[in-house]
């Protein structure tokens, strides 16, 4: 049964990563070259330190969200989230490097994991992709796309989900 098969069954090995220094327009041109979008930044020991996206990626020809103003007794307030966003919005636009526009390291599972142990991870996490790492060591990345094709293949052999 699918949910129960280990995440190393489904899993890509071959993973592109980048770099924190990796120039920014280099890793969007090679995320098109390998039709993906995402893939693990990691540092010179090879530990993930971040995810780079195409969602980062186009921070930089999308409205920035200005920081949210109340006005309170004739005072105006910034709400400091807020600002924290525009900051981070304007930090990405900015970027040069992968580093600068990289968001947090995504989760990680190990290769034993069960794929619905994996599956419940993408599910309430609402992410896309989880770095498989064995020992803190990147050894592939699982995506939603990997499962859906596992379970497509699991109906294919099993004569079922046919449009016949």
């Not at 120039?23 to 540092?43: K, N």
């Not at 993408?122 to 699982?142: A, K, N, P, T, Y």
């Not at 499962?147 to 449009?163: K, M, N």
Request: glycine share 8%.
């Amino acid at each position: 049964m699918l949910r129960d098969r280990p995440v190393r069954d489904l899993m890509t090995a071959d993973v592109v990563t980048f770099a924190v220094s990796d120039d920014v327009h280099g890793a969007m041109r090679e995320m098109l070259r390998h039709d993906i979008d995402g893939a693990p930044v990691v540092d010179d020991e090879g530990l993930v330190v971040g995810l780079l996206t195409t969602a980062d990626l186009i921070v930089e020809e999308a409205r920035l969200h200005l920081p949210t103003v109340i006005t309170l007794l004739g005072a105006y307030i910034e709400l400091p989230s807020s600002k924290r966003r525009l900051d981070a919005d304007v930090t990405k636009a900015l970027g040069a490097t992968v580093g600068e526009v990289m968001g947090e390291a995504a989760p990680a599972i190990g290769p034993d994991d069960t794929v619905e142990a994996a599956a419940s991870i993408l599910h309430e996490q609402e992410i896309d992709r989880l770095c498989v790492v064995d020992d803190d060591e990147l050894v592939g990345i699982l995506t939603r796309k990997d499962i859906v094709r596992a379970i497509v293949a699991e109906w294919d052999e099993a004569g079922a989900g046919t449009d016949e």
